[in-house]
């Protein structure tokens, strides 16, 4: 694959077969050319988990600390006196029966969904059109709750979900470039100590295996996982 000039510039700034110190890395990515828009830096993380078996799926959100730069424009699916509950936490759109006939016809004009459980019902008849889009609601990470107020707040605020792919990779945001470096890092340490902490006790050997940090338009860096622990 062929890469443009500002791209293999970047490549000159750092050894590619090194791993770095979180910190190293973060500063490497602030010195490659920047794209006239700001890019979204985002994690690459292998893990030595085989998510095929059930008790090796890594899955779940996280507050990054400084948040990921992006406004979330959240969705409320609820009735009733939750719903001034999630107008009070800062959602952008709360309610029911105008929204749900909207996803109906395919309207997913939103980036994340919370629901309390007693919608869930009729929520589960629209997977067709909110799981390919990752916009099905789960209790599992949180979107699913009564208590909206808190994950109208997290969601506003930062939290990132994580999900392990077929080949134990994750990918997750973790800013912008033009946060301040201090910034960055403490977000990459707060996703990696997260998902020390969810580890599977099923999984043998090495957990982490390879970590790399990138902009939308750069070249990534191998990241030394001790760095952040």
Not at 64 to 83: A, M
Not at 160 to 165: A, S
Request: proline share 5%; charged share 25%.
């Amino acid at each position: 694959m062929k890469h443009g000039k500002s791209y293999n510039k970047a490549t000159e700034l750092y050894d590619r077969t090194r791993s770095y110190a979180i910190g190293e890395a973060i500063e490497f990515l602030a010195q490659m050319p920047k794209a006239k828009f700001d890019e979204t830096v985002e994690m690459a993380i292998r893990l030595g988990v085989d998510p095929r078996h059930a008790d090796q799926m890594v899955r779940g959100t996280v507050v990054l600390p400084n948040g990921t730069g992006k406004t979330v424009r959240v969705l409320v699916i609820t009735r009733g006196p939750k719903e001034q509950e999630a107008v009070d936490a800062g959602a952008d759109m709360v309610g029911a029966d105008e929204y749900l006939p909207k996803i109906k016809d395919g309207w997913t004009d939103v980036d994340v969904i919370i629901a309390t459980p007693d919608m869930m019902g009729e929520l589960g008849r629209l997977g067709r059109i909110l799981g390919p889009r990752g916009l099905m609601p789960n209790p599992k990470v949180g979107t699913v709750t009564m208590d909206i107020g808190k994950a109208v707040k997290e969601a506003k605020a930062g939290r990132i979900e994580y999900r392990v792919d077929k080949a134990g990779i994750i990918n997750v945001p973790v800013g912008k470039r033009s946060f301040a470096a201090a910034d960055l890092v403490e977000n990459v340490v707060t996703l990696y100590k997260e998902l020390i902490r969810v580890k599977p006790a099923a999984v043998k050997g090495t957990y982490v295996r390879s970590m790399f940090v990138s902009g939308t338009m750069t070249p990534s860096v191998r990241v030394d996982s001790t760095s952040c622990a």
